[in-house]
Nanobody
Framework: QVQLVESGGGLVQSGGSLRLSCAAS????????MGWYRQAPGKQRELVAI???????NYADSVKGRFTISRDNVKNTVALQMNSLKPEDTAVYYC???????????????WGQGTQVTVSS
């Protein structure tokens, strides 16, 4: 059993900052990519940022220069530092990770429960 638990969401004014964290626990042998996605009301879930096990990153154009993704491969955590937040960043943010369990032969996709981020204007 593998779990992803997110923390750090909340309400912030436009221009403010928030830091999201996600910890993976359970039967973990190795973790490939980790990332953050978000879903606003009435919209599809979209990629925000991803980071490989080697530290390579990729960001949605809408957050480049404002958000920074990082990970700790020892603690099995991934974080998203969000600066200069805008009302359009309001969404439920989901942590994602590709994890291989001990004895497993492939990576499975796991999701956190989601954390609400609300940016007021």
């Amino acid at each position: 059993q593998v779990q992803l638990v997110e923390s750090g969401g909340g309400l912030v004014q436009s221009g403010g900052s928030l830091r999201l964290s996600c910890a993976a626990s359970g039967r973990i042998f190795s973790i490939n990519g980790m990332g953050w996605y978000r879903q606003a009301p009435g919209k599809q879930r979209e990629l925000v940022a991803i980071i490989t096990s080697g530290g390579s990153t990729n960001y949605a154009d809408s957050v480049k220069g404002r958000f920074t993704i990082s990970r700790d491969n020892v603690k099995n955590t991934v974080a998203l530092q969000m600066n200069s937040l805008k009302p359009e960043d309001t969404a439920v943010y989901y942590c994602n990770a590709q994890i291989r369990s001990p004895g497993g032969s492939y990576f499975r996709n796991y999701w956190g429960q989601g954390t609400q981020v609300t940016v007021s204007s």
